[in-house]
């Protein structure tokens, strides 16, 4: 063996360790830097997602566990730590639990109208035969532009029999009345909430591949088949997600109500569980409100969780 042999025996595993140490050193750097850059750009939101939403419940909830005491009939009041008292009231509130059970009414009946027609409107978009798509989109998603408060303050001048150009229909139905005030209020939100929900189907269609379409066209299905064997399955999971999203809507229900209270004597300050919120955080009784609204959002949490399991369920089926 030469000399030069022995010195590249020696010199090879060193510069090989040095290579290695090298690559070593380098993802270690990489992976730091590109933790420091997740940080950077999720800061903005964990911080606004602390600050107003995650503070906010947390003292929702902790405000709940309150209760008011006084010294004496006119003595200052104090805000003292009462457990589980404000749910206990919560609990025998009558008008609550009433509201609750007319939005899921409400809900049971506009929410399948409203997604059928939102299914309905993407799916003719979505069809080769119909003309000026352009025009029918932008028109089935205007009234989502006009502001809750603003689409129900039309609509009530529109049922009220007095200021109605409708007068002809609205002194043969009173449809501020205390039957039919509720499906009143539901065509308002129905009219608003459909071209939203129609987007977000229609953009699920529009994501499906067109080999398939062009399968089923050579299985000879028809514009009919294809819609109702190709189209509507494959749009499930954004049914689903406006249902979900539909669902707690419904039970957060306030702003067409509220204002269709100056139209209607069948509207009550507590005719939705929000507006019971409102109401009584207006009393005032802070603590109260905060337990309404505690309970409000585990029912709504349920009720979303329990119909995602349910349709997760047939789907797996």
């Known amino acids: ?3 030069q042999t022995v010195t590249e025996a020696l010199v090879t595993p060193k510069s090989g360790r040095r290579s ?3 690559r070593s050193t380098g993802p270690n750097k990489a992976r730091v ?3 420091l850059a997740i940080l950077i750009f999720t800061a903005p939101f964990v911080i606004l997602f602390v600050l107003f939403y995650l503070v906010p419940i947390a003292y929702a909830v902790w405000q709940s566990l309150l209760v008011v005491e006084r010294e004496g009939t006119f003595g200052e009041a104090k805000e003292v730590f009462g457990g589980l008292a404000q749910y206990a009231l ?3 509130n009558e008008a609550f639990w009433t509201s609750v059970a007319r939005v899921l009414i409400f809900g049971a009946v506009q929410v399948p109208v409203m997604l059928g ?3 309905v409107f993407a799916l003719l978009l979505d ?3 119909l003309k000026g798509k352009k025009f029918f989109r932008l028109a089935f998603f205007v009234p989502y532009a006009v502001p809750g408060v603003i689409a129900a303050i039309m609509w009530g001048f529109l049922y009220s029999p007095n200021l109605s150009p409708f007068t002809a229909l609205t002194a043969n139905i009173d449809f501020l009345s205390a039957d039919l005030v509720l499906w009143a209020i539901a065509n308002v939100v129905t009219w608003v909430f459909v071209g939203y ?3 977000i189907i229609y953009s699920a269609l529009l994501a499906i591949p067109t080999d398939i379409y062009e399968a089923a066209r050579l299985d000879g299905a028809g514009q009919m088949r294809i819609a109702w064997s190709v189209k509507i399955p494959m749009v499930r999971p954004s049914l689903v997600l406006t249902a979900i999203l539909s669902i707690i809507g419904t039970l957060q229900l306030l702003a067409e109500p509220q204002v269709f209270r100056s139209f209607s004597s069948a509207v009550t300050s507590t005719y939705t569980p929000n507006m019971t919120i409102y109401a009584t ?3 005032p009784n802070v603590s109260l409100a905060a337990a309404f609204s505690v309970v409000l959002a585990l029912a709504t949490f349920i009720l979303s969780f329990t119909f995602l399991r349910i349709t997760r369920r047939k789907a797996d089926a």
Do not use: D
């Open 90 to 92: 919560v609990f025998q």
């Open 20 to 22: 290695a140490g090298r």
């Open 197 to 199: 929900n129609m987007l």
């Open 1 to 3: 063996m030469t000399a």
């Open 281 to 283: 955080s207006a009393v």
């Open 127 to 129: 069809s080769p035969l």
């Open 33 to 35: 830097q590109h933790k």
């Open 117 to 119: 027609l939102a299914l």
